[in-house]
């Protein structure tokens, strides 16, 4: 059972993340992508688009691309706060392909039903082919009421997540990693086959 009021608003970041006071455990899934700790410590609301951007050489070097079988997204519900109410459970789970200045094509756009501190997976059948370099992005809607990112207590280096109104030009960096993995297989390893190994980034370091 989650605690209730764990909330606590900080002034680091300005009006539109909050730390947790208790950290929460979201691991388990056997994600093969991740720059997240698998600890949710900051939410991140307001905030219509969220990102994370994949750089396949972070996790295997010469790994050319990845066969996506599956994303998986956490968010935080809490109905008694007006910042992260949600008028809806909806939101567009997007992959791009694109580098570290952006976004540049769209590969999928899925509608995700998104829940309280539990992975929403979307699946992609057949697989999506990725380049080395890729974006998830989830959409949400524009004001207050729309599913709440997590984030882990540190961003990792790059940064690799992100946040963007529509009104702003630049995605701008985020404090912590949003909960944001891929499941799937790389690319380009051992002659071109298709290399199923198992990295996790959060865990460097433990
Ligand atoms: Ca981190």
New binding site residues.
């Given amino acids: 059972m989650m605690p209730i009021l764990m909330l606590v608003s900080t002034l680091l970041t300005g009006e539109s993340e909050f730390q947790l006071e208790a950290p929460v455990q979201c691991g388990g899934t056997d994600a093969i992508l991740q720059?997240?700790?698998g600890t949710a410590q900051w939410l991140s609301y307001d905030r219509q688009f969220s990102a994370t951007w994949f750089h396949l050489e972070d996790f295997q070097a010469g790994a050319t691309g990845c066969q996506i079988q599956a994303t998986e997204y956490w968010f935080y519900h809490h109905v008694g706060s007006y910042h992260l109410y949600w008028d809806t459970s909806i939101f567009a789970a997007q992959v791009w392909s694109g580098g570290p200045s952006g976004p540049d094509e769209m590969i999928d756009c899925s509608s995700a039903t998104a829940v309280n501190f539990a992975p929403v997976f979307v699946d992609y059948i057949p697989p999506l082919q990725v380049p080395a370099d890729f974006w998830l992005i989830t959409r949400h809607s524009l004001w207050n009421g729309s599913p709440t990112p997590v984030m882990?207590?540190?961003?990792?280096p790059g940064p690799h997540s992100f946040w963007r109104n529509p009104d702003m030009t630049e995605w701008e960096p985020l404090i912590?990693?949003l909960l944001y993995r891929v499941h799937g297989n790389l690319l380009g390893l051992e002659e071109d086959t298709w290399g199923a190994i198992k990295v996790l980034f959060?865990a460097r370091g433990r």
Avoid: P, S
């Fill in positions: 720059y997240d700790d882990d207590i540190e961003a990792a912590g990693d959060g």
